[in-house]
């Protein structure tokens, strides 16, 4: 079956512009969390959604980086005025409920580059 | 301090070697653990669960200690397609957590050779 996908799967942005990441979960998921990864690094947690209430957002460093899901299936990130310490990976990974007995799938990443 | 502590390798064994890798962690509260592993420019992947018994999956060996706040995966009989990076991963359970939230070690980097 279908499993989270994300886009675009790769971005260049200069440095001052807005970018917006994609993630659609595997349908009938319940959370939905996006993390980001640096170079070398493990994911780091930015932000939890379950279904289209977002009710964690502690990870989320600056106040550029905002994150929706409106109607409980897709999500998108975006970021503001993209600074080089953006340059990350961004992964979404959904799960069928939040919770720790339950698997967290994860999507391929968008690689976002600021140059 | 970091939630998960791991040792970042680079560990390079033979086809056939055993390897085990270990972490540690914070939060005393946390109750679910895990093995991820990722390769190379792909997203992770769940390998194996922790269990406070200890668990075995084929030539993977994964033990908890709770006193000591400790994890470790072994590998046993390794193989090319062991090459990876292994994510040690925690998800707390405390009343401030968020329910379902993952925290990663920066993962061990292991390549074997043939």
């Known amino acids: 079956g279908a499993g989270v996908s994300q886009s675009p799967r790769y971005k260049v942005a200069k440095r001052g512009q807005d970018v917006a990441l994609r993630c659609d979960p595997i349908?009938?998921?319940?959370?939905l969390f996006w993390y980001q990864q640096a170079l070398g690094q493990g994911p780091e947690f930015l932000t939890y959604?379950?279904?289209?209430?977002?009710?964690?957002k502690s990870g989320l460093p600056s106040d550029r980086f905002f994150a929706e899901r409106p109607e409980g299936s897709v999500s998108t990130l975006k970021i503001q005025r993209t600074q080089q310490e953006d340059s990350a990976v961004y992964l979404c990974?959904?799960?069928?409920?939040?919770?720790?007995?339950?698997?967290?799938?994860f999507g391929p990443g968008t690689r976002l580059t600021v140059t | 301090r970091k939630e998960v502590e791991q040792d970042p390798g680079p560990f390079n064994v033979p086809e056939g070697a055993t390897v085990a890798f270990n972490c540690t962690y914070s939060?005393?509260?946390?109750?679910?653990f895990f093995w991820y592993r990722q390769d190379c420019r792909k997203e992770p992947k769940l390998l194996m669960s922790?269990?406070?018994s200890g668990n075995e999956d084929g030539r993977f060996t994964a033990q908890l200690n709770r006193a000591s706040q400790y994890i470790s995966l072994l590998i046993r009989d390794s193989k090319l397609s062991d090459s990876a990076t292994y994510l040690c991963?925690?998800?707390?359970?405390?009343?401030?957590?968020?329910?379902?939230?993952?925290?990663f070690g920066r993962g061990t980097q292991l390549t074997v050779w043939p």
């Open positions: 959604f379950q279904n289209e209430a977002q009710l964690d």
């Open positions: 991963v925690v998800n707390p359970t405390d009343r401030g957590s968020t329910l379902g939230r993952l925290y």
């Open positions: 349908s009938g998921h319940v959370s």
């Open positions: 939060n005393s509260a946390s109750q679910s």
């Open positions: 922790v269990y406070s």
């Open positions: 990974a959904s799960s069928l409920v939040g919770g720790r007995s339950y698997e967290q799938y």
